[in-house]
């Protein structure tokens, strides 16, 4: 079965770091595309940034409210994609889903739920 | 960055009714929208891509219109598992979603 499971999430103060993790399974991982998308519990979602493949340049983007904070990696070797949170603010508050796709994203993680609190 | 805003965010409707969600775009965005459904505790589901484009396996009492900023998901003749969320996603430039639309048993 296709997969993606996220972990790394948890509660931290305002300023603190915390490091996301997303390990697939019978995808083709090297190929892919890879984004985080968070959802606000209760509100819309919102992309957090992508990561293209290494054969597409390995290109990191980020959403302008995370651009200079957190920063996105892969290893293809382990199927795994990172996602190092730095000075994390009480507005990241929020489900973070790993998402694999190129224009749509037809596979999703089932989130890892990270809360930013003094 | 583009904004996009569904309308309405409840909708209230019976078996067999036929529901239209609208998403429209800050910006002219051609016709890179795709539509998902979203039902508790499972992955969204895209439905729908390239604004009118059915996803394989998708019923074909779905449907999608528009192009530039506005788009339309068409649900006819709503089926009891057809109750769930749906929200637009923009992919022209990077990616970014609309708040959703909560679709109820009347």
């Known amino acids: 079965e296709v997969k993606l499971v996220e972990s790394g999430g948890g509660l931290v103060k305002p300023g603190e770091s915390l490091r996301l993790s997303c390990v697939a399974s019978?995808?083709?991982?090297?190929?892919?595309?890879m984004s985080w998308v968070r959802q606000v519990p209760g509100k819309g979602l919102e992309w957090v940034g992508r990561?293209?493949?290494?054969?597409?340049?390995?290109?990191?983007d980020y959403a302008a409210p995370v651009k200079g904070r957190f920063i996105l990696s892969r290893d293809d070797s382990t199927k795994t994609m990172f996602l190092q949170m730095n000075s994390l603010k009480t507005e990241d508050t929020a489900v973070y889903f790993c998402?694999?796709?190129?224009?749509?994203?037809?596979?999703w993680g089932q989130g890892t739920l990270v809360s930013v609190s003094s | 960055d583009i904004q996009m805003t569904q309308s309405p965010s409840t909708l209230s409707a019976s078996v067999g009714d036929r529901v239209t969600i609208t998403c429209r775009a800050s910006e002219t965005i051609s016709h890179w929208l795709a539509w998902y459904q979203l039902k508790p505790g499972k992955a969204p589901k895209v439905l729908i891509y390239q604004a009118s484009k059915l996803e394989s396996g998708v019923p074909s009492r779905f449907s999608g219109s528009g192009s530039g900023t506005e788009f339309t998901l068409t649900i006819n003749s709503l089926q009891p598992d057809d109750f769930a969320t749906y929200f637009c996603q923009q992919y022209e430039n990077y990616y970014s979603f609309g708040q959703g639309t909560k679709l109820e048993i009347k």
């Open positions: 990561i293209k493949s290494a054969s597409s340049g390995g290109t990191k």
């Open positions: 019978e995808v083709s991982f090297a190929d892919a595309w």
């Open positions: 998402v694999a796709g190129v224009l749509t994203f037809p596979l």
